[in-house]
């Protein structure tokens, strides 16, 4: 036989900035107290504070527990996250979190779950007082989604449209690009000027826009590093030091790689014995042979993903050449053989990239490349690496 119950129920719900204090719990528990007295029964009481509570109101909670005083709960904002997503799946925290990053370079400060029409979604507040939003199934909402439209009218901070931004950024690494392949035309030194109108005639070919303010949004952000002089309108690249180039590269090749660049006999000048150095620093004090050190260069020079490669740590060599500096001569021979493997499995990789076969046959005049290795294990012995090539 179906019986209908009613379980009388005080809520309060609290939003505050800081955890709730003594005098907030009191005042809800003398409110549970004076409903049970005028209805004569037992009334259940529900506390919710969002940012949490004092160690005062958790000891005064954990002791009513402790007297079994069950008809009183109390929620915190941790509590109800795990309540939601347990009634609402939705993505994680840590991968809505991803996705944010790999859309902006804005650092994130703070991540807060709304709850809307029997759905949750995550509200990433951003530096600079802007937010953006995702849904339950980690999809960025526009500014035109119902659920942006409340938040902007209720909510401190300005929505900020992460495609509008992804292109924006797009389109300053595409900028920062064509300069450094302009630089490299005039030998790394121009007039600013001389340089916009350049840039501006390279992107007009490919239909790009570009707008004085753009260009001087990315000549600040190249400005801003170590190894570029942009001072009394002349832009200058200080690439004379090895690690100074080690700093280009670095900053160059996430921008995209550029073939006019790559092409241009300023960068191959910087691809040098005394680069090769500084490679040999970046990994740890790798030593190659002088026999090997021409066919790395001849490597690295036609191969922008093994040059990426070389002049960042490559974990399997510098890993334990940190955790056991004292390196025996073998184990120094597998790390020269791995080092070698690794930038011709990348140039191999380029040379199979449609993207880069114009640089392969009218720069690098490769037309044609043999790679093959031999392995050989060997009890207690590092690889035996054979390399049939010839460039």
């Not at 939003?133 to 409340?150: A, F, P, Y």
């Not at 992460?162 to 300069?179: C, D, F, R, W």
């Not at 740590?313 to 020269?336: A, F, Y």
Request: charged share 25%; aromatic share 8%.
């Amino acid at each position: 036989m179906n019986e209908t119950r009613t379980i009388k129920v005080v809520c309060e719900c609290k939003a505050h900035s800081n955890p709730i204090g003594t005098t907030d719990w009191l005042k809800f528990l003398g409110k549970v107290y004076v409903e049970e007295v005028n209805t004569g029964s037992t009334v259940n009481g529900c506390f919710i504070s969002l940012s949490g509570v004092n160690g005062n109101v958790s000891g005064s909670f954990e002791n009513l527990k402790q007297k079994n005083k069950s008809n009183v709960e109390l929620i915190t904002g941790d509590d109800l996250y795990s309540l939601l997503i347990k009634c609402f799946p939705a993505v994680e925290r840590e991968k809505a979190i991803n996705i944010i990053n790999n859309q902006s370079n804005k650092r994130i400060m703070n991540v807060s779950l709304a709850y809307y029409e029997a759905e949750i979604f995550w509200v990433i507040s951003l530096e600079s007082d802007r937010f953006t939003v995702l849904n339950n199934k980690g999809d960025i909402l526009n500014s035109e989604n119902i659920v942006v439209c409340l938040l902007k009218d209720n909510v401190a901070g300005t929505h900020l449209d992460l495609e509008e931004e992804k292109q924006k950024i797009e389109h300053q690494k595409l900028i920062e690009s064509v300069i450094f392949s302009i630089l490299s035309k005039h030998n790394g030194k121009m007039e600013s000027t001389q340089c916009f109108s350049e840039v501006e005639q390279k992107l007009n070919e490919s239909k790009v826009e570009l707008t004085k303010s753009c260009y001087d949004q990315a000549i600040n952000s190249i400005g801003e590093q170590d190894f570029v002089i942009c001072e009394n309108n002349i832009v200058e690249l200080k690439l004379s030091e090895p690690n100074a180039r080690i700093l280009f590269l670095r900053y160059v090749f996430p921008l995209g790689v550029n073939i006019d660049l790559l092409s241009s006999n300023y960068f191959e000048n910087l691809l040098d014995l005394s680069l090769l150095q500084e490679i040999e620093k970046v990994q740890c004090n790798l030593s190659l042979p002088e026999e090997e050190k021409s066919l790395c260069l001849k490597v690295l020079r036609s191969s922008p993903s093994a040059l990426w490669l070389a002049v960042n740590e490559i974990g399997m060599i510098t890993h334990h050449r940190k955790t056991q500096p004292e390196s025996t001569e073998q184990l120094d021979k597998h790390d020269i053989q791995l080092f070698i493997r690794y930038i011709c499995e990348k140039l191999k990789a380029d040379y199979d990239n449609p993207n880069l076969k114009q640089f392969y046959f009218e720069k690098a005049e490769i037309v044609e490349l043999d790679f093959e290795f031999s392995l050989k294990a060997k009890r207690k012995s590092a690889f035996n690496i054979v390399i049939v090539q010839e460039m």
